[in-house]
C-alpha cells in the first residue's frame, strides 16, 4: 500500500502473481520471432504466433507486465474518449469504420481467450462513457455519439449517468470490459510457454541489425537470431524509422482506493474536462470495491514537473470530494505515447523494413490497442490481408500532411530543449539548496550533472543528458526520477534505467559537489 506520501505501486502490480523472473538467455540463440517488450502489446503478438506453430521469445527488459501494461486503468474499450468525430473529419467515414471495427475485434478476442484459457482476471463487462459536466461540451458529445454511431459502435447521447455528481451529457456505448490486466498477460505468458514459447526478464535489447536473420544484441551481450523481429516497448527503442517525430509522451496520476460497493459506479468514465478525469471501479472485498481515479496529465520532465506532488494532491482532493467515503490506499503513475495523428503506430517498421515490425502511440488506450496489434501484427508476419492494415502503418504520410499543426507543435517542443538545454542558464541552482528527496540540474566542471540527496543527505552525480538523444533531464520528487521532456525516458536517482526509449544508463559522474 501506498497511501501517505508519494506514489507506488499500482494495485496490478501489488496482487500480481508472484513467482521467480524468467531468466535471461543463457547462450546465443535463434527463434523464428523475436518480440522486444513484455506488455501487453509484446505477449498478445507472441501468444498469437505460438498459437499459429511460431517459435518466438519474448525479450523484456524487467518484468512481464511490469512497464506501462501495469499501471493501466485497465479499461478495455473501443470508445476512446473523443477519438472518432476527429477520424471523421481527418480519415473519413471509412477510417472511423476500420477504427472501430479494429478495436471492437480485440475486445472480443480478449474475451474469448479469458472464456478458452479460464482466466480469472476479475472480467466484468461494462458500459464506457464519455462526459461533460459543462454546458459548452454538449456539442461535442452530440457530434462525437453521433460519428460513433456511424462508425458501427452501439453509441447513443445521454443526460443522466450513475455517478455522484451531475453531468450536461455523455456519450455511451454498452458491451466494453473492464478486467485485472497483469493476472490476465500471467495467464497468456503461461499459455505462451506451453505452446513452446519462451519468456526472458530481466533482457534489454540494446542493438538490431536488420536482415535474414534479423540480429537483436542484449546488454549482457547475447545474441538473438530472428527471421522476424516485433518491438513493442511502448516507445520504440529504435529511432531508424524517425517515429520519435511523431510521437509526444505524456505521464498521468492514478489515485485508487475503496469504497462501499452500493455507491461504486460499475460503468466506465471519462471527461477531457480538468486536465482529464477517468473513473472506474474494480472488484475488491465483499461490500466494497476498488475506485480508480486518473487525471492531471502532463509531460515527463518539462517545466512544472516539480509540480506533481501538488498534481498528486488536486487528483486526491477531487475524488474524495466526489465520492465521499473513499479511503485512499494507492497511487501512482502511468505513461502514455501520443501520435500526431491520434492513430496508433502498427506495421513495418519502417518503409524499407522486410522483417521488422512496431507497435507504439497508442494514446492512453494501450490495451484494445495492444490487443488489436498482436492480431494485425501476427497477420501480416503470416503474410494475410487486413483490412485496417494501412489504417495503422507506420509509414503512413498523409495523415502527417493532415495532422501538421499536431507534427509541428510536437516537434517545437523538442527543438526548444535540444538548443535550450545546451544555453548556460540565468541563475544555477545550488546544490547545497537541495532537501533530502530532492534533485537539480547544475553545471560543474563544464559538464551538465543531475545530482540527488537522498534521504540520509548524501548528494549523488550522474550526467544530466539523457541517453537516448540528448535533451537534459529533470527531477520529479513525487515519483524520485530523471525524466527526458523529449521522449519520455525516465531514471532513478542512480542513474539506472527506469523508462525507455534509452536503452543506456544515465553515466555516474565522480566529482566534486559545490
Known amino acids: 500500500?501506498?497511501?501517505?506520501?508519494?506514489?507506488?505501486?499500482?494495485?496490478?502490480?501489488?496482487?500480481?502473481?508472484?513467482?521467480?523472473?524468467?531468466?535471461?538467455?543463457?547462450?546465443?540463440?535463434?527463434v523464428d520471432v523475436a518480440v522486444v517488450g513484455g506488455g501487453v502489446a509484446g505477449l498478445s503478438t507472441a501468444w498469437e504466433l505460438t498459437r499459429r506453430g511460431r517459435e518466438v521469445a519474448v525479450l523484456e527488459a524487467g518484468r512481464i507486465a511490469g512497464g506501462v501494461t501495469g499501471y493501466t486503468t485497465a479499461k478495455l474499450t473501443a470508445l476512446h474518449t473523443l477519438v472518432y468525430d476527429h477520424l471523421r473529419r481527418t480519415r473519413g467515414r471509412q477510417g472511423?469504420?476500420?477504427?472501430?471495427?479494429?478495436?471492437?475485434?480485440?475486445?472480443?478476442?480478449a474475451a474469448e481467450t479469458v472464456a478458452?484459457?479460464?482466466?480469472?482476471?476479475?472480467?466484468?463487462?461494462?458500459?464506457?462513457?464519455?462526459?461533460?459536466?459543462?454546458?459548452?461540451?454538449?456539442?461535442?458529445?452530440?457530434?462525437?455519439a453521433e460519428a460513433a454511431r456511424e462508425a458501427g459502435?452501439?453509441?447513443?447521447?445521454?443526460?443522466?449517468?450513475?455517478?455522484?455528481?451531475?453531468?450536461?451529457?455523455?456519450?455511451?456505448?454498452?458491451?466494453?470490459?473492464?478486467?485485472?490486466?497483469?493476472?490476465?498477460l500471467h495467464a497468456l505468458a503461461a499459455d505462451l510457454r506451453g505452446r513452446g514459447g519462451t519468456v526472458h526478464e530481466g533482457t534489454r535489447v540494446t542493438g538490431l541489425t536488420e536482415g535474414e536473420p534479423c540480429v537483436l544484441s542484449t546488454d549482457a551481450g547475447i545474441e538473438v537470431r530472428a527471421r522476424e523481429v516485433v518491438v513493442a516497448t511502448h516507445y520504440p527503442v529504435f529511432d531508424r524509422a524517425l517515429l520519435f517525430t511523431r510521437?509526444?509522451?505524456?505521464?498521468?496520476?492514478?489515485?485508487?482506493?475503496?469504497?462501499?460497493?452500493?455507491?461504486?459506479?460499475r460503468d466506465m468514465y471519462i471527461t477531457p474536462e480538468q486536465n482529464t478525469r477517468s473513473v472506474r471501479s474494480a472488484p475488491f472485498t465483499d461490500g466494497q470495491r476498488l475506485l480508480i481515479v486518473t487525471g492531471e496529465h502532463f509531460t515527463p520532465g518539462a517545466p512544472g514537473t516539480a509540480d506533481v506532488e501538488e498534481r498528486l494532491a488536486r487528483l486526491t482532493a477531487w475524488a474524495a470530494d466526489r465520492f465521499?467515503?473513499?479511503?485512499?490506499?494507492?497511487?501512482?503513475?502511468?505513461?502514455?505515447?501520443?501520435s500526431t495523428d491520434s492513430v496508433p503506430l502498427v506495421g513495418?517498421?519502417?518503409?524499407?523494413?522486410?522483417?521488422?515490425?512496431?507497435?507504439?502511440?497508442?494514446?492512453?488506450?494501450?490495451?484494445?490497442?495492444?490487443?488489436?496489434?498482436?492480431?494485425?501484427?501476427?497477420?501480416?508476419?503470416?503474410?494475410?490481408?487486413?483490412e485496417w492494415a494501412g489504417l495503422y502503418d507506420p509509414r503512413r504520410l498523409g495523415s502527417v500532411v493532415r495532422e501538421g499543426g499536431s507534427f509541428l507543435k510536437h516537434q517545437?517542443?523538442?527543438?526548444?530543449?535540444?538548443?535550450?538545454?545546451?544555453?548556460?542558464?540565468?541563475?544555477a541552482p545550488a546544490a547545497d539548496d537541495l532537501t533530502p528527496g530532492d534533485g537539480v540540474v547544475i553545471r560543474v566542471g563544464g559538464h551538465q550533472c543531475a545530482v540527488h540527496r537522498d534521504d540520509s543527505g548524501q548528494l549523488h552525480a550522474v550526467s544530466a543528458r539523457c541517453t537516448h538523444l540528448g535533451c537534459l533531464v529533470a527531477f520529479n520528487r513525487a515519483e524520485q526520477a530523471w525524466e527526458c521532456p523529449c521522449h519520455g525516458s525516465r531514471f532513478a536517482p542512480d542513474g539506472s534505467i527506469l523508462q525507455g526509449p534509452a536503452v543506456r544508463p544515465l553515466e555516474k559522474r565522480d566529482v566534486e559537489l559545490p
Open 153 to 184: 459502435l452501439p453509441a447513443e447521447f445521454v443526460t443522466g449517468t450513475e455517478l455522484p455528481y451531475p453531468v450536461a451529457g455523455a456519450v455511451r456505448v454498452t458491451g466494453q470490459a473492464q478486467f485485472h490486466p497483469v493476472k490476465y
Open 116 to 144: 478458452d484459457l479460464g482466466i480469472d482476471c476479475d472480467w466484468e463487462e461494462a458500459a464506457a462513457c464519455t462526459y461533460a459536466e459543462n454546458e459548452r461540451g454538449v456539442a461535442q458529445l452530440r457530434a462525437e
Open 247 to 265: 510521437l509526444s509522451p505524456r505521464r498521468e496520476l492514478v489515485v485508487a482506493g475503496t469504497i462501499d460497493a452500493n455507491v461504486a459506479p
Open 348 to 386: 513495418p517498421l519502417h518503409p524499407g523494413s522486410r522483417h521488422t515490425y512496431v507497435a507504439t502511440g497508442f494514446g492512453g488506450w494501450g490495451l484494445s490497442g495492444g490487443l488489436m496489434a498482436g492480431r494485425l501484427i501476427s497477420d501480416l508476419i503470416e503474410g494475410r490481408e487486413v
Open 412 to 427: 517545437a517542443h523538442v527543438v526548444k530543449h535540444f538548443v535550450g538545454d545546451r544555453l548556460p542558464p540565468v541563475t
Open 1 to 30: 500500500m501506498n497511501a501517505q506520501g508519494g506514489l507506488g505501486e499500482s494495485y496490478w502490480i501489488e496482487t500480481a502473481p508472484g513467482g521467480e523472473p524468467a531468466p535471461p538467455p543463457a547462450t546465443d540463440i535463434s
Open 96 to 109: 472511423a469504420r476500420l477504427y472501430a471495427e479494429s478495436q471492437s475485434a480485440a475486445i472480443r478476442r
Open 324 to 338: 465521499p467515503g473513499l479511503t485512499v490506499t494507492h497511487r501512482w503513475a502511468t505513461q502514455d505515447n501520443d
